[in-house]
């Protein structure tokens, strides 16, 4: 019955953000008022670590894109870095709404309250700073990464505002994976999912990039 119930909801949320324009530079505060409108409704304990999972891990993607870029000056990862500055603020719109702890407590680059977090922080980025291709393989491992947690997530919740941030987010993962991707076949490198499915990676991949180019 939950699962009925979630994927009502979540059908709701997707066919009314997609008549939403949201862009983090025009609207960021539509999407909070609209964020903020919605109901609360009770936080099972899963939701609470995937909101303090989901905070983090955006702060991850941004930390080491905007590590990468120092290093190799590619503007995918300078480009990338800022909506993953914004996934960020949008979690932290559900965080505040209810009145939970901020797990970020330092925005420096590479400080993160979850140990997992900081340590695959040194991890990414010590393979991103061996050369160019690892820094992008990088970037699409992020994104794929992400979009499977988002994924995990979705399943996992039955809250409207919740899962209508996730799937805004994960539009923009989605996003984020096709241009790494570009990017990689330019150099004539294919990648290999490691968390999502071939088959979703597949439908991904082929699917419009919406959005500014990286």
């Known amino acids: 019955m939950k699962k009925l119930f979630m994927a009502g909801i979540l059908g709701a949320i997707l066919v009314f953000g997609a008549n939403l324009v949201f862009s983090k530079n025009q609207s960021g505060q539509n999407v909070q008022n609209y964020v903020l409108s919605l109901p609360k409704q009770p936080l099972s304990q899963q939701e609470i670590r995937d909101l303090m999972h989901m905070r983090e891990e955006e702060k991850l993607a941004r930390d080491v894109y905007l590590t990468l870029y120092q ?9 990338i870095s800022q909506s993953e500055t914004w996934h960020m603020q949008m979690v932290k719109f559900l965080i505040d709404k209810y009145g939970l702890n901020d797990p970020v407590k330092n925005d420096q680059v590479g400080v993160f309250t979850s140990s997992q977090m900081a340590k695959l922080y040194k991890e990414l980025v010590k393979r991103g700073l061996s050369n160019k291709i690892e820094a992008l393989k990088v970037g699409a491992l992020i994104e794929d990464l992400d979009i499977y947690d988002l994924d995990e997530a979705i399943k996992k919740s039955d809250n409207t505002d919740i899962n209508f941030v996730y799937s805004r987010l994960r539009t923009g993962s989605t ?22 499915s071939q088959e979703e990676f597949n439908i991904i991949i082929q699917q419009k990039r ?3 180019r990286w």
């Open 210 to 212: 919406g959005g500014k």
């Open 175 to 196: 996003n984020h994976m096709r241009a790494f991707i570009g990017w990689l076949t330019t150099y004539g490198v294919t990648y290999k999912p490691q968390y999502i």
């Open 71 to 79: 290093k190799w000056g590619f503007r995918i990862f300078n480009n």
